[in-house]
């Protein structure tokens, strides 16, 4: 079946511009996670989704970087007045309700702030 | 200090190669551990998944979670050229979080 699809796959922005990033998980997959993976560094953790809700947000960066998912299914992270240091590859996930630890990733969209 | 240290190579080995990837941890109360791999330009997909400690087996993938020294590792034997992607160690405290911290990420090479 298909898996995590992420658009736009690239996005070049200027700065203080705002951006959309989208994110439709596996069909049935009940979590949705939100991770950012710049130069030289690992996944860096953004948010987590269950269902609609977001039991764990501690890894937004600062309060220009917001979240939401509607219906249980599709997700947006917005990003607003982006800098340069926002430019990353931001990559969504989704499991199952009881696999948390086997996230489904998609291809990522590769944001950059000029 | 970073919670997973993991080297971020590039490590080069020759086609047939026992390749040993490690990560270590600070945070004992780590319980679940994953192995991930990265395609260039790919999400990661996982690849091996171990609870507590101990080994596990996959084919000719290996993980070891060693929970009293705080380190992990995953074994590739006779290692081939499709082998070649970046290698990333994820942990997790309990079920209930989604929360996964991840190491830089080890880049491989395995050369025909």
């Known amino acids: 079946g298909a898996g995590v699809s992420q658009s736009p796959s690239n996005k070049v922005t200027e700065k203080g511009k705002d951006v959309e990033l989208r994110c439709d998980p596996i069909s049935g997959h009940t979590a949705l996670y939100w991770y950012r993976q710049s130069l030289g560094q690992g996944l860096e953790f953004l948010i987590y989704?269950?269902?609609?809700?977001?039991?764990?947000k501690s890894g937004l960066p600062s309060d220009r970087f917001s979240a939401e998912r509607t219906g249980g299914s599709v997700s947006t992270l917005t990003i607003q007045r982006t800098q340069q240091e926002d430019s990353a590859v931001y990559l969504c996930?989704?499991?199952?309700?009881?696999?948390?630890?086997?996230?489904?990733f998609g291809p990522g969209t590769r944001l950059t702030v000029t | 200090q970073k919670e997973v240290e993991q080297d971020p190579g590039p490590l080069s080995v020759p086609e047939g190669a026992i390749v040993s990837l490690n990560c270590t941890y600070s945070?004992?109360?780590?319980?679940?551990f994953m192995w991930y791999r990265q395609y260039s330009r790919k999400g990661p997909e996982l690849l091996m998944y171990?609870?507590?400690?101990g080994n596990k087996e996959d084919g000719r993938f290996t993980a070891q979670v060693d929970k009293s020294s705080k380190y992990i590792s995953l074994f590739i034997r006779d290692s081939q050229p499709s082998d070649s992607a970046t290698y990333l160690c994820a942990m997790k405290a309990s079920s209930n979080t989604g929360k996964l911290i991840f190491g830089q990420g080890t880049t491989l090479q395995v050369k025909p």
């Open positions: 945070n004992s109360a780590f319980q679940y």
């Open positions: 171990t609870y507590s400690s």
């Open positions: 989704f269950q269902g609609n809700s977001a039991p764990d």
């Open positions: 996930a989704s499991s199952a309700p009881k696999g948390t630890y086997e996230q489904y």
